[in-house]
């Protein structure tokens, strides 16, 4: 099978992912055998492949947002049937016996491995998935919607619920890329009031669109102080900003797996019970619940597909900054470049 794989991770210029063929993987007696539709391509791959990230497992096939068809059940697996949509997701296995497990947070696992970073990913025409981890697709999402939505949406997901956003918040988003162009749109269904910074005219127009109650640059303090705030950029200083805009007893959530330090900052800043949290991985039961809300409000990504041979062009499209939404590998040996999927115009989605 063809594959993308990071033998020696280097700048994104200098093409980390090389194309090679690997033989077919055999699922284990706890797998799934996938045969891949499409793989979303996430900042994470960007910072295994260029070494941002240490790398766990060398070499590696990247790529942990991927739908796909089952092409064969392990001997140990119930549930799952040759011929179903499933997904994958960051987290790739835990060990189900220490008390993070027990308690329904398997993403706090010290035995967790991750998907295209531990073991191989999506980046393949084939891969094998823990079948206790593998999502189910629901008919209502394209493998193209739905592979963005495993990881950026999910992990946003998470993010609102631990900021305690509930219909009506006063919510802020800060940077406004894949996961937060997902994640307003659940704010926005669930009612709330939605103020999204950005240094980006491109991404404040487009979070207007989105349904955004207001826009401003990172130092600009929202119209009335937010109750909670989500941190997308990798940016310690924009976590300082996000706390000066929330209210008294406010969160700010950071929805980063890197971060370049957070600068010194006044403590009445973070006086009177506010507070910093991170968001870390996801859980299973996570990415079953808002895969079936995106089914049924109808989430869609907006994304560009690129052939699985074009990895490296879309590694350095996400590094420049001129991916909109989410940039997908198809391994379809062969797309047109003139048949690319570009973005259509921004949509509100409904609220409820």
Not at 96 to 117: D, I, M, P, V, Y
Not at 166 to 172: E, I, K, N, P, T
Not at 245 to 264: E, K, S, T, Y
Request: charged share 20%; glycine share 10%.
């Amino acid at each position: 099978m063809r594959a993308l794989r990071v033998d020696r991770t280097r700048p994104a210029a200098d093409d980390p992912l090389e194309l090679i063929d690997l033989v077919e993987p055999r699922p284990a007696p706890d797998e799934l055998l996938l045969r891949v539709a499409a793989c979303a391509v996430c900042r994470t791959d960007l910072q295994i492949a260029t070494g941002d990230l240490p790398p766990h497992r060398s070499p590696v096939v990247p790529g942990h947002q991927a739908v796909g068809v089952v092409v064969e059940v392990g001997s140990g697996v119930d549930g799952w049937a040759v011929g179903e949509r499933a997904g994958t997701t960051w987290l790739a296995g835990f060990d189900g016996t220490c008390g993070f497990c027990l308690s329904g947070r398997e993403n706090l696992c010290r035995a967790a491995r991750f998907t295209g970073w531990d073991r191989d990913g999506g980046f393949a025409e084939l891969m094998t998935v823990r079948a206790d981890v593998a999502v189910r697709i629901p008919a209502g999402l394209t493998d193209l919607s739905a592979a963005p939505l495993l990881c950026g949406g999910v992990i946003g997901y998470r993010a609102l619920r631990l900021a305690a956003v509930v219909a009506g918040s006063r919510l802020g988003l800060y940077g406004f890329g894949a996961s937060a162009g997902l994640a307003i749109q659940v704010a926005r269904h669930w009612g709330c009031d939605i103020h999204v910074a950005s240094r980006s005219a491109r991404d404040l127009d487009r979070a207007l669109a989105l349904g955004a109650s207001s826009v401003g640059g990172y130092d600009e303090p929202p119209p009335r102080p937010l109750e909670a705030a989500i941190t997308f950029a990798p940016a310690g200083s924009v976590v300082v900003s996000a706390l000066r805009a929330i209210d008294r007893g406010g969160i700010v959530v950071v929805n980063a797996i890197h971060l370049d330090g957070i600068p010194a900052f006044s403590y009445d800043d973070l006086w009177w019970e506010r507070s910093i949290r991170s968001v870390a991985n996801v859980t299973r039961a996570d990415a079953r619940e808002f895969i079936s809300t995106a089914a049924e409000i109808g989430i869609r990504p907006d994304v560009e597909v690129h052939d699985l041979t074009d990895g490296n062009v879309a590694l350095r499209r996400i590094e420049t900054g001129e991916v909109v939404g989410a940039a997908v590998l198809v391994p379809g040996r062969g797309i047109d470049p003139s048949a690319i999927a570009r973005p259509d115009p921004p949509r509100q989605p409904p609220r409820t």
